[in-house]
């Protein structure tokens, strides 16, 4: 089974640019979560969706995060303008929607430093 | 957001030894999951209990879901070099799940 596929790996970009995270999720997988991880911290939740409508977004900076998942698959994550403070890895997960035994399954990453 | 204390925040331990760390919280969790990060890399999940009070192993590591609701442990015996890395624990509710601040674990070989 594949497991959740993120691109790109790693971004560099100065502030008040913009740039976009990709993520596939594990297939049949309704519900896909963006997270947040800053250097020494744990995942923080930016964003989840449960198919392609948005659960909670209450984490996520809005004035400059915005995350859409139109067909209820894959799902981009955008950053305008960056900010230096919004350097972190970007995570995405996802995981079924079972209400008795769920897990949630990780993507390997994207890196993004904001110089 | 929820709050999950985990402790140690780091530990620097012999090849061979056994290792402890846990997670507490205020809130009442339905799930509680153990997972491991190498540098570079996302999380990858170690254990998953469903059930208070519930003791479940995986090769050398072995976690417990608390009778509380509101803690977990995670165990690794006779510990190895590749067992370096940063554990966190997530609590589920619904289907939302929550991080622990993470154990950095060191193995001296």
């Known amino acids: 089974e594949a497991g959740v596929a993120q691109s790109p790996r790693y971004k560099i970009i100065e502030k008040r640019q913009s740039v976009a995270f990709w993520c596939n999720p594990i297939?049949?997988?309704?519900?896909l979560y963006w997270y947040q991880q800053i250097l020494g911290q744990g995942p923080k939740l930016l964003i989840q969706f449960q198919n392609n409508g948005v659960v909670d977004d209450s984490q996520l900076p809005k004035d400059r995060f915005s995350a859409e998942r139109l067909k209820g698959v894959d799902s981009t994550l955008k950053i305008q303008p960056a900010k230096l403070e919004d350097s972190a890895v970007y995570l995405c997960?996802?995981?079924?929607?079972?209400?008795?035994?769920?897990?949630?399954?990780f993507g390997q990453g994207t890196r993004l430093t904001v110089v | 957001g929820q709050q999950l204390n985990q402790s140690p925040q780091s530990m620097f331990i012999q090849e061979g030894e056994d290792v402890s760390m846990n997670c507490t919280s205020s809130?009442?969790?339905?799930?509680w999951l153990w997972y491991k990060q190498e540098p570079g890399e996302g999380p990858v999940l170690l254990i998953a209990l469903y059930k208070a009070g519930e003791l479940t192993s995986n090769g050398r590591l072995t976690a417990q879901f608390g009778i509380t609701r509101k803690d977990s442990f995670l165990n690794i015996s006779a510990s190895i070099p590749s067992d370096v890395g940063i554990y966190f624990c997530?609590?589920?509710?619904?289907?939302?799940?929550?991080f622990g601040t993470g154990t950095s674990l060191t193995v001296i070989p």
């Open positions: 997960a996802s995981s079924l929607f079972d209400t008795l035994n769920t897990e949630a399954f």
């Open positions: 297939s049949g997988h309704a519900t």
């Open positions: 997530a609590g589920r509710t619904g289907n939302q799940f929550y």
């Open positions: 809130s009442i969790f339905n799930t």
